[in-house]
């Protein structure tokens, strides 16, 4: 996916950067719902675009239904301006 293809509303890049400092968990599901702080994200429809646009992943895998730690995905990272922590360690 191009970074350059997808546009993102204010509060699409709020749920990522959210997600971009560990505050989120993802359910592992076809139709993943998205947690903040431990609440159940507002707009469940941001979320599972995020989810199914690979810009938002889950950071490990668990059964289905179960909430695990959310990522960003490298595009979601490009997207925001982020560098990746890998490549951060490998410039060092």
Avoid: K, W, Y
């Amino acid at each position: 996916m191009s970074s350059e293809s997808v546009q993102l509303n204010d509060r699409e890049r709020a749920t990522l950067r959210a997600v971009g400092v560990g505050r989120a968990e993802i359910t592992c599901s076809a139709e993943p719902d998205l947690f903040i702080d431990g609440l159940a994200c507002c707009d469940q429809g941001t979320a599972r675009r995020l989810a199914h646009l690979r810009l938002v992943v889950p950071r490990r895998s668990g059964r289905t239904g179960e909430r695990v730690p959310a990522a960003l995905s490298d595009a979601a990272r490009a997207m925001l301006g982020l560098v990746s922590e890998a490549r951060d360690d490998a410039a060092a």
